[in-house]
């Protein structure tokens, strides 16, 4: 498996779970633009761990990582780790 590759995704994992957590502790909750933020981040946070997800299996069964590839958020929607 591509560890850069890896690692890439690692890091916008954890740069949009910073974004998520600082949106989650506004004061006051969410203005509706907050809102449609967090639902993108959400969303991408989805994608990204079954992009994740699906490198790590390719590699296990023998397969090319790097073939995996971005679902649509509907296919991932709630995937939770």
Do not use: K
């Not at 506004?26 to 809102?35: D, S």
């Not at 933020?37 to 994740?52: F, K, N, P, Y």
């Amino acid at each position: 498996m591509s560890e850069s590759a890896e690692n890439d995704i690692m890091a916008t994992i954890r740069g949009l779970m910073d974004e998520e957590h600082a949106l989650r502790s506004a004061p006051g909750g969410l203005e509706p633009e907050e809102r449609g933020r967090m639902e993108e981040v959400e969303s991408a946070l989805d994608q990204c761990w079954d992009l994740l997800r699906q490198r790590r299996a390719r590699s296990e069964f023998g397969q090319d990582p790097d073939e995996a590839r971005v679902r649509p958020a509907s296919e991932v929607e709630n995937y939770r780790q």
